[in-house]
């Protein structure tokens, strides 16, 4: 079977379609037929193996030679014990633990998978598992008459955060680079900032919550933004970020009367699906930039690491 795959971290370049192998499911697993797979930006990193964090499991080479957890697909063979699926299945899921979804097969574990609802294409249900899971979480907390801003809105995780905030009857404000304004107004943001011209941390009047997709501002920026009793979450971002946000971010938080940390966010079905049936019924719209073959998966990764893609990503591999 043809896959991509990369044995060193690196950009795009280090990328190169082959023939490998088909794998076989062990107890607990399936193989896929994959349909369709959407790019996360945790491919982006895990191809460079920056920040430090994409490189759990692979410290010094990648620890999965070919990339992308979000697949649909058809189930093509089972392992002992699974009792869900049977072959012909259709599936999609966040393969996070095995990735492998840039390829014509992949194994997954039955628990991370999910019956495809026939009222979405393959490339449709691709763009729901990781990017669901972070947006139904990370605006949990919206409400009506709650000042919600995603920060980096204009990607998959933050189209569909939007939509759900809205729904919820938030007043949403959307940061992202100038080319996603216009986007992020057309999926429903009341307001919309270009990070290059304004910094949201010093605009007025401060937010509720925050849901920030991209951090590496200080926690005292971030408490700035926050009206008393705000709650700030961060999803992705530097190390070092990361870890002020998990350090002072508690503190500075406890001690001004608002809450700042980073958002644990939850896998498997449970967390994505409730996003799909919104989908299904037309009140979530899923927003595919470009789709793309097997062969162009490094044009693909570029075009998401780079900020460059209004919704998501996705590859087909026929």
């Given at each position: 079977?043809?896959?991509?795959?990369?044995?060193?971290?690196?950009?795009?370049?280090?990328?190169?379609?082959?023939?490998?192998?088909?794998?076989?499911?062990?107890?607990?697993?399936?193989?896929?037929?994959?349909?369709?797979?959407?790019?996360?930006?945790?491919?982006?990193?895990?191809?460079?193996?920056?920040?430090?964090?994409?490189?759990?499991?692979?410290?010094?080479?990648?620890?999965?030679?070919?990339l992308g957890s979000d697949i649909a697909g058809v189930v093509d063979e089972v392992g002992e014990g699974v009792t869900r699926f049977r072959p012909g299945d259709e599936v999609y899921g966040d393969n996070l633990l095995l990735k492998g979804g840039f390829a014509e097969y992949a194994i997954a574990p039955e628990s991370a998978?999910?019956?495809?609802?026939?009222?979405?294409?393959?490339?449709?249900?691709?763009?729901i598992p990781q990017a669901g899971a972070i947006a139904l979480q990370g605006t949990k907390s919206a409400a009506a008459g709650r000042r919600l801003l995603i920060n980096g809105a204009g990607g998959g995780s933050g189209?569909?955060?939007?939509?759900?905030?809205?729904?919820?009857?938030?007043?949403?404000?959307?940061?992202?680079?100038?080319?996603?304004?216009d986007f992020m107004q057309s999926v429903g943001a009341d307001e919309v900032i270009d990070y290059r011209r304004d910094d949201f941390t010093k605009t007025s009047p401060p937010y509720d919550l925050i849901l920030d997709l991209v951090a590496h501002r200080?926690?005292?920026?971030?408490?700035?933004?926050?009206?008393?009793?705000?709650?700030?979450?961060?999803?992705?971002?530097?190390?070092?970020?990361?870890?002020r946000i998990l350090t002072a971010g508690w503190l500075v938080g406890r001690l001004s009367g608002r809450s700042i940390g980073v958002l644990p966010v939850k896998e498997g079905p449970t967390h994505f699906t409730p996003l799909a049936d919104l989908c299904t019924t037309g009140d979530v719209k899923i927003h595919i930039h470009h789709t793309y073959p097997l062969d162009d998966v490094p044009t693909a990764l570029t075009t998401v690491g780079k900020g460059q893609a209004l919704g998501k990503v996705v590859i087909t591999p026929s």
């Open positions: 079977m043809k896959a991509v795959v990369y044995e060193r971290y690196g950009g795009p370049e280090v990328l190169r379609v082959e023939d490998v192998p088909m794998p076989s499911p062990a107890a607990g697993q399936v193989r896929v037929r994959i349909v369709a797979t959407s790019i996360n930006l945790s491919d982006w990193e895990c191809l460079r193996g920056s920040p430090a964090y994409a490189r759990i499991g692979g410290l010094r080479t990648p620890a999965r030679r070919t998978l999910a019956p495809k609802p026939a009222q979405l294409s393959f490339a449709e249900a691709s763009t189209s569909f955060a939007i939509q759900l905030a809205k729904r919820l009857g938030a007043h949403v404000t959307a940061v992202d680079n100038s080319t996603k304004l200080s926690v005292f920026a971030y408490r700035r933004a926050l009206a008393p009793g705000g709650k700030y979450r961060c999803v992705g971002g530097s190390v070092p970020t990361l870890l």
